[in-house]
């Protein structure tokens, strides 16, 4: 089935406000010019400001991570319900930094998830395996571990807005990016899962982005994959031209 490709900018710990609606600002002719779904993903305290600069366009604005609880004494986190209500329409759940440096685990991102979605936010599941995993050869059971688990107890109903996103924690950053066999393979197997979760419908349904060094000359060659639907950008979505170019590509 055909499936909208969403290209997303993960801008991480980068750009301040007034960098950011600058960067949104000079991206709307871009999003204006695809059929595909435009994400970027500022930090909490330029939130506010991609969103005023995206408004009107068809730039989509989301956050990089929330609390699962709606409200309490929960000192330097922002809940799913603040996000909703800031004007937000997405948020990514489990990066693999999130994992790696601030103790994630599959259980905390099923809690994530499950309020993003109580909301009405559309969670951005993010998952992939390290170099060691790969090597161990232990890529198929990472995979199914992180599936299985942040989709604990949930049904096809429910995730009826999922967004996966794919990053080969060894790719994020390095400059080095997975063969398109490679990244293709991930990704269908991944669908397989989903298929074991879900049905084949609803699977079929889901996009599944890649992320891992996206950039311009790779995005083509990624994105005519069968299950690849769309990027999860980090380094090229700072700059306008590089992440305009990965927008133009799909």
């Known amino acids: ?40 993903c500022p930090t909490f305290i330029g939130l506010a400001a991609a ?8 730039i989509q604005v989301g956050a990089q991570n929330c609390y699962w609880e709606p409200q309490g004494a929960f000192t330097g986190e922002i809940s799913a319900a603040l996000l909703k209500a800031a004007g937000l329409s997405h948020v990514l759940l489990g990066h ?19 309020a993003a979605l109580e909301v009405g936010l559309v969670p951005v599941l993010c998952i992939g395996e390290t170099l060691a995993e790969r090597e161990a050869g232990r890529l198929q059971e990472v995979l199914r571990q992180q599936v299985t ?40 197997f991944v669908r397989s899962l989903l298929v074991d979760q879900l049905g ?21 060659e990624l994105m005519a994959q069968a299950d690849i639907d769309g990027a999860l950008v980090g380094g090229a979505s700072l700059k306008a031209d590089s992440f305009a170019a990965i927008i133009a590509a799909v």
Do not use: C
């Open 96 to 114: 693999s930094e999130r994992r790696q440096y601030f103790g994630e685990t599959d259980q905390t991102v099923n809690q994530r998830l499950v």
């Open 149 to 188: 688990g942040a989709l604990a107890g949930l049904d096809a109903a429910r995730l009826a807005t999922l967004v996966v996103a794919y990053e080969p924690v060894w790719a994020i950053g390095t400059g080095v990016v997975a063969t398109t066999a490679q990244a293709q393979e991930a990704h269908a």
């Open 51 to 58: 969103a005023n600069a995206a408004a009107g366009s068809r």
């Open 1 to 40: 089935m055909a499936r909208t490709p969403l290209i997303a900018g993960n801008w991480k710990m980068h750009l301040s406000p007034a960098e950011g609606a600058a960067l949104v600002t000079a991206l709307v002719p871009a999003a204006a010019a695809t059929t595909a779904e435009v994400l970027v």
């Open 200 to 220: 084949a419908a609803a699977a079929a349904a889901v996009r599944i982005l890649y992320g891992g060094s996206v950039k311009p000359d790779n995005a083509a």
